[in-house]
C-alpha cells in the first residue's frame, strides 16, 4: 500500500501561483510513475501533468503547459506541483497519484494507471 496526502492548496487570486506538495508513505519503492489529476464541480477528474519517478520524464495537459511544473523529490518521497499564471478555470480539487507501472507521454493521462490516490486538496482561483 501506499498512502499519498496532498498539501499547499488555497485561494488565489487569478494570475498567481501556488505550490502543491504531495507526501508518499508505505511502499514507496513500488512507484513508478506519480501525477496529478484535478476535478472542478460537475466536471470529470482530468489529468494535469504526470512525472516518472526513476527519470524524472514529464508529460503535461495542454490547458497548463507552460504555466505548471511537476518535480519530484526521491529521497523525501515528496512530488510538487508548481502553479503559476493561475486562472480561475484551474479552480479544482487537486489530486495525487501513484502508479506502479512507468508511463510515459500520453499514457499518463488514463486514470486506470494509477493504484493509490490521496484525498485531494482545493485550489480556488479568484477573478
Known amino acids: 500500500q501506499v498512502q499519498l496526502v496532498e498539501s499547499g492548496g488555497g485561494l488565489v487570486q487569478a494570475g498567481g501561483s501556488l505550490r502543491l506538495s504531495c507526501a508518499a508513505s508505505g511502499r514507496t519503492l513500488s512507484m513508478s510513475t506519480m501525477a496529478w489529476f484535478r476535478q472542478a464541480p460537475g466536471k470529470e477528474r482530468e489529468f494535469v501533468g504526470g512525472i516518472t519517478w526513476i527519470g524524472g520524464t514529464t508529460y503535461y495537459a495542454d490547458s497548463v503547459k507552460g504555466r505548471f511544473t511537476i518535480s519530484r523529490d526521491v529521497a523525501k518521497n515528496m512530488v510538487y506541483l508548481q502553479m503559476d499564471s493561475l486562472k480561475p478555470e484551474d479552480t479544482a480539487v487537486y489530486y495525487c497519484?501513484?502508479?506502479?507501472?512507468?508511463?510515459?507521454?500520453?499514457?499518463?493521462?488514463?486514470?486506470?494507471?494509477?493504484?493509490?490516490w490521496g484525498r485531494g486538496t482545493q485550489v480556488t482561483v479568484s477573478s
Open positions: 497519484a501513484a502508479g506502479g507501472s512507468s508511463f510515459f507521454g500520453a499514457t499518463m493521462m488514463r486514470t486506470r494507471n494509477y493504484d493509490y
